[in-house]
């Protein structure tokens, strides 16, 4: 099995930082793309951001320039720094793996079980 792990998430004031962090274990044989949605209360699941496996990264507009993702390929180990957080930004944010079993030919995407980010004074 594999599994994703989000930590960092919590309580800021706007326009302060958190840095979520999605760990991933299990029978992994390689990670390739991985990223951060968010739902915002009462609303749809939305991209925040994507990184490829070459660190090749993808924002929404509404977090360019604020957000940065990275990875760690050793660590299996994604990471979300949030900065300048505004209300609007008050969401559940999940990881996301595409992930190749040990022993599998095929690439299967793994989600976390989400963490709470809520930015309000």
């Known amino acids: 099995q594999v599994q994703l792990v989000e930590s960092g998430g919590g309580l800021v004031q706007p326009g302060g930082s958190l840095r979520l962090s999605c760990a991933a274990s299990g029978s992994i044989f390689s990670i390739n793309a991985m990223g951060w949605y968010r739902q915002p209360p009462g609303k749809q699941r939305e991209l925040v951001a994507t990184?490829?496996?070459?660190?090749?990264?993808n924002y929404a507009d509404s977090v360019k320039g604020r957000f940065t993702i990275s990875r760690d390929n050793a660590k299996n180990t994604m990471y979300l720094q949030m900065n300048s957080l505004k209300p609007e930004d008050t969401a559940v944010y999940y990881c996301n793996a595409g992930v190749r079993r040990v022993g599998s030919v095929f690439e299967s995407q793994y989600w976390g079980q989400g963490t709470q980010v809520t930015v309000s004074s």
């Open positions: 990184i490829t496996r070459r660190s090749i990264t």
